[in-house]
């Protein structure tokens, strides 16, 4: 597995928990330290399943994910953020779902979590063969923390594009279900951690940019139905990001174009929320009170609703695998 960090040494000792919490499964960890201002040093220092890769300036998330593959040994590789989390039951049921069908790609639910584990919405994906064409709408794989892939399939299509950042894991998952077969384990074992410093709050106006790349690359849908981007659900989380990242009236604005142009009503509802930040709370607040988060996010707290942690040390057990 490959975890790129920079400067989050916090972020990067609950991932390392996580690697630590993976049951019934052996795996090689490639952490790449992109740049930090303090070098990453492992608590015990390096062994054979687990090593640090230093560069030395900056090369951008991309980079640091293909330079944790190029270093890699393992037949499958799976990727971590160091700001998500995942179920200790995660790669087992992905190995074993990827065992039992010829698939290349891999992945399973995510839930979105905010950064004191309360859930904000959970990612539902639609039927293996309608992934191709849902990615053309929405990120429906999720980002790099939810997908495994086959070495071999990174290694045909080339990795990650290095000239994208916040939407190279979109771009890759539409080079490689163009190529490949896919499984899907259906239940959530991806927590995707949402908070202010994370790249897709203080990076929307690179995604916006990047988003209009991929239509440059793939196509644009002009009306339903036709193959190529389609920019409604995109805009919604632009918008919904932009409010996190504390501009609402940029939010405001989008949701409205949203509206003007799909007739989507939670749009018009969104846009007067943005302004009123009362009223945007209610509406998240109304949301999460109709979801539960995972049972295994508890691992990560103290108790429920405490800030996110590392996971608490019984859950580390590991035996067999890839």
């Known amino acids: 597995?490959?975890?790129?960090?920079?400067?989050?040494?916090?972020?990067?000792?609950?991932?390392?928990?996580?690697?630590?919490?993976?049951?019934?499964?052996?795996?090689?960890?490639?952490?790449?330290?992109?740049?930090?201002?303090?070098?990453?040093?492992?608590?015990?220092?390096?062994?054979?399943?687990?090593?640090?890769?230093?560069?030395?300036?900056?090369l951008g998330v991309a980079a640091a994910r293909n330079r944790g593959v190029a270093a890699a040994r393992g037949e499958w590789i799976a990727f971590l953020d160091d700001d998500d989390i995942w179920s200790p039951e995660r790669l087992r049921l992905l190995w074993e779902t990827a065992n039992a069908s010829p698939a290349e790609i891999v992945t399973s639910g995510t839930a979105k979590l905010d950064d004191r584990g309360r859930i904000l919405s959970v990612r539902s994906l639609p039927e293996p063969a309608n992934i191709r064409r849902a990615l053309r709408s929405i990120n429906v794989l999720g980002g790099p923390s939810a997908v495994m892939l086959r070495r071999q399939l990174i290694d045909r299509v080339g990795g990650f594009d290095e000239s994208l950042s916040?939407?190279?894991?979109?771009?890759?998952?539409?080079?490689?279900?163009?190529?490949?077969?896919?499984?899907?384990?259906?239940?959530?074992?991806?927590?995707?951690?949402?908070?202010?410093?994370?790249?897709?709050?203080?990076?929307?106006?690179?995604?916006?940019?990047e988003f209009a790349e991929l239509g440059r690359r793939y196509g644009t849908a002009r009306r339903p139905g036709d193959w190529g981007m389609s920019d409604d659900v995109f805009t919604r989380w632009a918008a919904s990001a932009y409010r996190a990242g504390g501009h609402p009236v940029h939010a405001a604005s989008l949701?409205?174009?949203?509206?003007?142009?799909?007739?989507?009503?939670?749009?018009?509802?969104?846009?007067?929320?943005?302004?009123?930040?009362?009223?945007?709370?209610?509406?998240?607040?109304?949301?999460?009170?109709?979801?539960?988060?995972?049972?295994?996010?508890?691992?990560?707290?103290?108790?429920?609703?405490?800030?996110?942690?590392?996971?608490?040390?019984?859950?580390?057990?590991?035996?067999?695998?890839?």
Request: aromatic share 6%; proline share 6%; with cysteine.
């Open 166 to 209: 916040v939407l190279a894991d979109w771009e890759l998952w539409l080079r490689v279900t163009d190529q490949a077969s896919l499984a899907v384990c259906p239940e959530v074992l991806t927590g995707y951690v949402v908070h202010r410093g994370g790249m897709h709050v203080t990076r929307t106006d690179e995604a916006m940019a």
């Open 255 to 322: 949701f409205w174009r949203n509206w003007r142009r799909y007739r989507y009503r939670p749009d018009l509802l969104q846009a007067l929320a943005s302004l009123f930040a009362p009223a945007a709370r209610l509406l998240d607040a109304s949301a999460r009170a109709q979801m539960a988060a995972p049972d295994w996010v508890g691992l990560y707290q103290d108790r429920p609703g405490a800030e996110l942690r590392p996971m608490r040390e019984a859950a580390a057990h590991r035996a067999s695998g890839t």
């Open 1 to 58: 597995m490959v975890i790129p960090t920079r400067d989050r040494p916090r972020e990067l000792e609950r991932a390392l928990s996580v690697v630590r919490g993976q049951r019934d499964i052996e795996l090689e960890t490639v952490i790449v330290d992109d740049g930090s201002r303090v070098p990453v040093k492992l608590p015990g220092g390096e062994d054979s399943t687990t090593r640090v890769i230093r560069l030395e300036r900056s």
